[in-house]
């Protein structure tokens, strides 16, 4: 009899991803116990996270390149440290869930397992080297959100958001898939790697015109998957109505979690695997996508009277300015991206999580999101007010705030192409550094009506659970902190661009 | 038969399924019609897989059905529950919110 042989499966490099799943099994049992009504699931949702946060950092310290499965997954840094702002703001989304549980109409149990299910298809995205493993993560978080955007489901709004964002996400699924099924039509791999190697031999004039019109086409199609996942212009629709009707701790984990993880595909996809085999087009094609979505997303912002879909067009709005640095493509653009995605992180969880504490549910579901309640919230609840003062102030990039840095870094790198002789990165900047002054229309006007307008009638204190508050300062804090000492994040995020360059240079080697 | 006609027809099947997406209006007429697209894709990695004579293709294929599955579950769910507030899969008539 031969021995069976066991493929050697490195298990601490999956520790991240199985502590999570693990976790979220535990917390789908205890919501068939009676358990489910009492703290538990909150405690196990933390400790399942923490967990996972511990053993991403165990293996942030191991090496630098690290995979597993045939080269399937890659655990390098940039997938780690975006696997931390996804696992972070998980933690953020769970503390602020509490409270927001307490009012709202959903099983606690459920809803954290499936925050963590989510959480865990965007590590195996963000870590993903393969077509098949980037479309299963795609998949595994898309279906927990698809649920979780309409799990008050006795709130008509919220249903309606979960039947948006599940059409709308399974044909922007179709996409990517019809995408992938031509990029390995065209270089016969479903592996990065070798999809790479066959693409800069196409590109190049070799093998037949049909492939390499097939791998255009099929970049093409991912390109305006991912588009749709990252909530840019023109495939932005769907995202002020699920952001507004999701559950409010729902929608900060969905716009940062989601956003995060495409576009560090978009980076593996754009840098290293079809780089520079394709730097003109793929320049062109981004910037495009990043001006129309500064455009649209500020001048439809200034008009909103809803904060949750306010903050939805300026998420759109920061899309575009995270286009720019990946359209650059340069070191100084992948890590301005990184760097501005931990501020935008700290920030969108704040804002998210101060709308849904002031927030309150009514007979007709969850009600008080428009931007007059906000009026007396300084005399109401001044640390609330200042919270959200600074959110505000950092989203519209003022300093010393980490909003602030992050546009800095991003025009920096915009303008560091421009002078290279790209003009297209010249209007980009110039056109964000105007619309950030635009955009400052709307987010101060919250700041106006939280200090300076009277309420119509005597307004009630928000009520704040101690979570929650610690959530916001937090991130309020955290916001100060990477504004005024960035540098070390931000020379985290340099050697994050040399891992992913390493990785290209050892494919190609 | 050549490749060619094969991905033709995946194509033909595509562009189907996206315009009945863009022009139904009943939620499940438009899942039919996403389930479509994704059957298309299946056609075109079984064709592909062939003809590059590797077996990922057929795997991925395997994947994509189980995955449409899931989705399935989830969105009939959605529906099911939308219509039990609603009584109606119109996606013009659900729209509360607008701007």
Redo the contacts between chains.
Sequence with gaps: MNEILTPAIDWAMLGPILTLAVAACVLLLVASTPARRGPLPFILALAGLGAALGSLMALWERSVHQSAFGDMLVMDRAALYMGGIVLLSALLSVLLSRQYLERAPAPAAEYYALLLLAAMGMLVMASSNNLLVIFMGLEIFSVALYVLSGITRDWLRSLEAALKYFLLGAFSTGFILYGMAFIYGATGSLDLLACCRRARDLLAGQGDTGAALLLLLGLALMIAGLAFKVAAVPFHWWVPDVYEGSPTPVTAFMAVGTKGVAFLVLLRLVTTTFGDVLVSQWTMVLAILALLSMFVGNLVALVQRNIKRMLAFSSVAHAGYLLIAVAAGTDLGTSAMLFYFAAYMLTTLGAFGVASLVAETTERGDEGYGIERYAGLSRSNPGLALAMSIFMLSLTGVPPLAGFVGKYFIFQAALQRGMEGSRIFLVLAVAGILLSVVSAAYYLRVIITMYMVNPESERPRVVTAPDAGFAIAVAALGLFYLGLYPTAVYDMTRSLHTTLQALAAIWLG | MPLVAY?GL?AIL?VI??MG?LLKRN?LT??MS?EL??N??NV??A???R??G?L??Q??VF??MT?AA??AA??L???I??FR??KTTD?TE????R?
Aim: charged share 5%; net charge negative; hydrophobic share 75%.
């Design positions: 991905i995946s595509f399924g996206v997406v939620a438009i899942f996403i697209m994704l298309a894709v075109a990695l064709a592909f897989a003809h590059h590797g990922d293709g795997i991925f994947f994509v995955v899931a989705e989830v969105g769910a959605i529906f529950a939308i507030l609603k996606v659900i729209n509360l919110m701007w």
